[in-house]
């Protein structure tokens, strides 16, 4: 199971690593094709520099993630692996309430599958 618990953690930060590109650096293109029907095609432009902030707050996601396969202690590597699994599992939620509910699915559900190969490992 500690197999499965480190694909999908890696998985997750994988995925916050590309959104952070892309609210960072690709909002205007990549981000108005994912975000097509949560925002009108003349709002990209002028929410360039939020978007911009709120993918840096997803690298932040990315790095305690990866910073997970970096510590030795069994303990803390658990409980920093859930804390940062809990803060995107809170983040795919609030989102699928405030935007849309495929965020659920493409954030949300796979921390949660992350959270509880966690705990099973």
Same mark, same amino acid.
């Given at each position: 199971m500690e197999?499965? *618990?480190n694909i999908l953690i890696a *998985?997750?930060? #994988?995925?916050? #690593?590309?959104i952070l590109w892309m609210e !960072? +650096?690709?909002w205007e293109t990549k981000g108005k094709e994912v +975000?097509?029907?949560a925002l009108p095609p003349e !709002?990209?432009?002028p929410t360039k520099g939020l978007a911009a902030n709120q993918g840096l707050y997803n690298g932040f996601l990315a790095a305690g993630l990866l910073w997970t396969f970096l510590i030795e202690?069994?303990?803390w590597q658990t409980n920093i692996a859930l804390f +940062? #699994?809990?803060c995107v599992a809170v983040a795919g939620i609030y989102g699928a309430v405030s935007a849309t509910k495929k965020i659920f699915f493409v954030q949300a559900l796979p921390a949660i599958l992350a959270i509880v190969a966690v705990l099973l490992k």
């Open positions: 197999i499965v *618990a *998985a997750v930060a #994988l995925e916050h #690593l590309y !960072m +650096f690709a +975000f097509k029907s !709002m990209f432009k202690d069994p303990k +940062f #699994l809990g």
